[in-house]
C-alpha cells in the first residue's frame, strides 16, 4: 500500500462547478500538506500548503486536512477552463536528521469543460 | 526572482547512454533534490543534495547518480540507459531541505529512451 493514496482521475466537471480533490494517507508522522498543480509538459506550481489539521483559504482555493482521519482535499470554486491541469497532494514530516522527506500522491487529471 | 531552471528541456536517446540533466536552484536555495515522474508510479524521489553533499536518496539503481556544486547548482546523470528510463526528471530546491520548507520545482526534462 502507498503511504498516500490519490484517485488519479481523470474528472471532467463544467465550467463553474465547485470541485473536490481528495488525498489519505497512513503515516502519522506527516504535518505539511501540499497541493500543487501542474500544467502538461511543465513541472508542478506550488498552490497550497499547511501546517497541521485545519482549514486555509486562498481565492478560489480551499484545504483541508482532518490528520484524525487522515484525509486531505481541495476545494476549487467557480471553476475554470484554466483550471484543467493534474492536481497533487504532497505531504512532508520529520525525519532522522529534520531533512525534508515530500511524498506525492500520484495526482488528479481535471478538465474543466467551458 | 528567476525560479528553478533545468536544462535541456527535451532529450532523446538510445539504450546504452547516458545522459546528464543540469539544474539552476532558485537564488539563496542550497538544497535541491530530483525527482523521476512517470504516469504509472507518479513523482518517485531521487535523491537530495544539501552543500555539494548528498542527504538522502530514493530506491533507484547505481545508474543514477548526482552532484551538487559549490554554488548550489545540481546535475544528475544516468548511465547504461533503459527503455524505463523515459520520464520527466523534475528538479526542486528549497532553502535547507528542513521538513517545514516549501518545495519549488523546474519545468523538467522530458527524457525519451528508444
Known amino acids: 500500500q502507498k503511504e498516500v493514496e490519490q484517485d488519479p482521475g481523470p474528472l471532467s466537471v463544467p465550467e463553474g462547478a465547485i470541485v473536490s480533490l481528495n488525498c489519505t494517507y497512513s503515516n502519522s508522522a506527516f504535518q505539511y500538506f501540499m497541493w500543487y498543480r501542474q500544467y502538461s509538459r511543465k513541472g508542478p506550481e506550488l498552490l497550497m500548503y499547511t501546517y497541521s489539521s485545519g482549514n486555509k483559504e486562498d481565492g478560489r482555493f480551499t484545504a483541508q486536512v482532518d490528520k484524525s482521519s487522515k484525509y486531505i482535499s481541495l476545494f476549487i470554486r467557480d471553476s475554470q477552463p484554466s483550471d484543467s491541469a493534474t492536481y497533487l497532494c504532497?505531504?512532508?514530516?520529520?525525519?532522522?536528521?529534520?531533512?525534508?522527506?515530500?511524498?506525492f500522491g500520484i495526482g488528479t487529471k481535471l478538465q474543466v469543460i467551458p | 526572482k528567476a525560479g528553478v531552471t533545468q536544462t535541456p528541456r527535451y532529450l532523446i536517446k538510445t539504450r546504452g547512454q547516458q545522459v546528464t540533466l543540469s539544474c539552476s536552484p532558485i537564488s539563496g536555495h542550497r538544497s535541491v533534490s530530483w525527482y523521476q515522474q512517470t504516469p504509472g508510479q507518479g513523482l518517485q524521489f531521487l535523491f537530495e543534495?544539501?552543500?555539494?553533499?548528498?542527504?538522502n536518496k530514493g530506491n533507484f539503481p547505481g545508474r543514477f547518480s548526482g552532484r551538487q556544486f559549490s554554488n548550489s547548482r545540481s546535475e544528475m546523470n544516468v548511465s547504461t540507459l533503459e527503455l524505463g528510463d523515459s520520464a520527466l526528471y523534475l528538479c526542486a530546491s528549497s532553502h535547507r531541505g528542513q521538513t517545514n520548507e516549501k518545495l519549488f520545482f523546474g519545468s523538467g526534462t522530458q527524457l525519451s529512451v528508444l
Open positions: 543534495y544539501f552543500s555539494e553533499t548528498q542527504r
Open positions: 504532497a505531504m512532508s514530516g520529520v525525519r532522522s536528521g529534520g531533512y525534508q522527506k515530500v511524498t
